[in-house]
């Protein structure tokens, strides 16, 4: 093991920066970071053993115990079991013999819940082995299994069980990309280079002002105008500048990221060519989510493809002097690191805490060098821009959200996938367009967002109203919407919190446990009060803003579906919910062999 | 007060004075303002973890321990909505671990309960979470004992034994979160490392071994004056 490892480590120049990658490539020989591994990296790397392990444990994907032959990683998330996931996840247990979280005893086989794998509008979706499995029934789990267990490699089990297999390039993948395009921004892959080309005639400081001018604003859910960090990132200087694309959606019912890196990567590299040639930078970093691994190869072969036509590399479309390339980062699981300086972090090789600010990465970013990360449908958008101009881009959306968005739609509705829609389009119009009727709620942004009722869709999807980065879950009359969204919803911002602040950390513990008392029937008035007043300290006290948002779910759901929490209550003004006397004996009864005789009231 | 400083501040509607680049909370206690923390150490990278030294910096939510002073800022401080907002935090590290204060070794020297005192909190709001957590009495000198580890990275960003981490977070999330202690490293901390450790976690997280409750009840750090009064009353 020793030499092996070695060996890994050279490929990284023993550089302790890549630590990420060099856990994963450990992982994928092993199906677990062994606990020798973990001793040779720390005398390797100069650190101590628990240091290389604060890393591996933040990650989803890396693991100290073994995991399986075939790890499979089936989709936890609430919007799963909206099709079907606990009749799968069933299946996958009486067909393997074993329960979740856990392994078979020869090893082959690891069955684990996951959070979010981005397959929402093709769910219930399980990673095996980095190979995506959509639409799974408990008929094809019974496929499955029986292919593992006779040996098959896992992409030949793919084909066998996909309707349909998705093709382009060298891609081979049975998740498929239900794209709207109705109200396209063209692009035409025959034309790719030319808007580059275009962009390196201008100056690069004609090209930040041309996208100030556009007021294109982040696409992943802050909305922080795109101009605005390119001339910050500008005025920072030096002579090292990054580039890093944020390809980590990992919000549940997010997936548009993983549908415009299939469909439109070479307006994604195109978009950080001129990015790159506006802030000085000649190193693009993706930092692509782990779940989305089955697009490496395929990102990598377009990436090849472009510096084959000298569109990346050295001296590019002739512009002498402009040199820019593009790396690909894999992500190891963890939600977190779709913050920003969070992602930095992690791509430094540590735990994906979200760093303090000041200083922002535009000043200190990766390896403290000046840093722009931009998302990856807001780096796409730079291309029309450009392209057609600013004026153009302003006269498409609203005063104050020009352009596009893509939304991830998913949930009760007939036709869920990825939208293209002019921003200031209501909710309501948006519920036709994908066929949903009879609508309890709609999470807009996600479980961070908003959770919205009917009286409000005619509200529209702009950052001046419904501001998002695109999660759209649509939540029928018939769901439970506290037991089975809200409270799942909280519970994985309890498991993704990174830890640092001690709010986010405990605080979300604390609201989870008062929601579940609620839930069970053991609540009262005064509880509901306590929640929205407990849930809502977070808001200003924690440092990123996932943190902020942690108790979003609660705190919306309160304001607007109150009816909901009110139903579940106890009226009874004397109802002690803190204390359950029938519980506290619950134990003692059993020592003793009695049966209790109290009632908790 | 040195009013060759560089920067001026205002701290509550107090003048102040801030070298170049020193922390909102350094510069405060340098001008006899308090600033409760529980993270903070002065001279080490500040972690911004506690979110107990939340101030109002021109009207905004910051971290005074992560925050440079720049000139002319307006620090809201000692204020009704940020005492609650620190009290609460306070309670939430109170029943997110379980603090006996009555047989801990660091009462009375813990500032943590200090905090608590001074924020005046009787009982905390919230229910008391009673986790299990572990203890680790591996190492020679230092018991560690998770039960009272409020997570404030103190330990993880100042104590090393040949440039190494000594202690590490382990885990993610606000069930599976914990610091751990290095066997190795920690087994190889002399008597005054261990001494030095256990001075700087803020709670009894981190007690040195075969020795116990030295000074006595009245002598301890806290026991004449609430925390802070020492920046206050200079």
Redesign the interface.
Known sequence: MKDKIANLLKQYDNDRSRLIDILLDIQEIYHQVPDEAVGILADQL??????V??TI??YHFLTQTPIGEYAIYLNDSPGAYMYGRAEVAKAFEEEVGISFNSVTQDGLIGLWDTADIGMNDQDPAAIINGIVFTELDPAKVKKIIGEIKDGKKVEDIAENVADVIYTKGILRTMVKNHIHLNNPIPYDDQEVGSVLKQALDLTPEQIVSEIKESNLRGRGGAGFPTGLKWEFCRKSGGDEVYLICNADEGEPGTFKERVILTELPKMLFEGMAIAGYALDARQGIIYLRYEYRYLLAYLEDVLQEMRDQNLLGKNIAGKTGFDFDIRIQLGAG?YVCGEESGLIESMEGK?GEPR???PFPVESGYLNKPTVVNNVETLCRVVPIIQNGADWFKSIGTKESAGTKFLSISGDCNAPGVYQVEWGMTIKEMLKMVGATDVQAVKVGGPSGTCIDPTQFGRSIAFEDLATGGSMIIIGNKRDLLKDFILPFTNFF?????????????????LR??LTRIIDGNGTQSDIA?LYD?AR?GQ????CGLGQTAANPIITSIENFRNLYEDLVKTDEDYLS?FNMEQAVAESCEVVGRVPNIKSH | MNKNKKLYFEIDGKACYAEDGQSVIDAAKANGVFIPSLCHVEGVKAAGSCRVCNVKINGRNMTACTTPVTDGMVVENDIPELNELRQAIIEVLFVSGNHFCPSCEKSGNCELQALAYRYQMLVPRFPYEFPIKGVDASSEHIFHDRNRCIMCKRCIRTVTKDGKNVFAFNGRGGEHLHVVMDEKLASQLTEEEAQEAMEICPVGAILKKEQGYLVPIGERKFDKLPIGSDIENK
Not at chain 1, 494 to 510: D, F, M, N, W
């Open positions: 100069d650190l101590s053993k628990v240091d392990e604060q444990s933040f963890s735990r303090n600010r000041p309890i498991e993704e919190s990174c830890g640092s602040c001690a709010p986010c950390r405990s605080l979300t513990v604390i446990d008062k306590e407990w300290l200003t006290a924690n440092r803190a």
